[in-house]
Structure formats: structure tokens, C-alpha cells
């Protein structure tokens, strides 16, 4: 949807690398939990790799059917706009 805009918006690269930041957030604390040998560190890591194999799933089926219903909706909105 960025690069529908014209012109671009004078941020867009600040909004692409805090998107990559946001989406790579989670791995790159499981990663550096990993890498460190205290129970703490690891109790804490177990401990989000649990949440997110039991809440990822329905958590991103979740988030692509709302998405989904508002591109429709968005859709169905603005079907003229198409002509």
C-alpha cells in the first residue's frame, strides 16, 4: 500500500525498517536468549517458545481473517472507484 502513494511519503524508508524491526522482534530475542547459559535466560525462552506454538497459529489466522474482511469490505466499498 506504500507504494501506491505519489509521491511516496518523505518517511517511507523509516517505515519500512520499523516494519523489518516490529516483525523480526521475537526471533531475535528467542536467538539472544539462546545464546546465553543462565536458567533465568532459559526458563524465559522456553517460556515464549510455548506461548507462541500454542497462540501463533490462531493468532495469525486471526489477524489474516480480520485483514481479509476489511479488504473486502474496503473492496466492496469502492468497487467504483475500479471503472
Known sequence: MLSAHKPLPPVWPLIVIAYCAIALLLPLLILALSMRQT???RRLQRDI?????????ITVRTLFL???????????????DLW
Request: hydrophobic share 60%.
Open 39 to 41: 536458567p533465568r535466560a
Open 49 to 57: 517458545t510455548r506461548v507462541l506454538a500454542r497462540f501463533g497459529a
Open 66 to 80: 480480520v485483514i481479509g474482511l476489511v479488504l473486502v469490505a474496503d473492496a466492496l466499498l469502492h468497487h467504483r
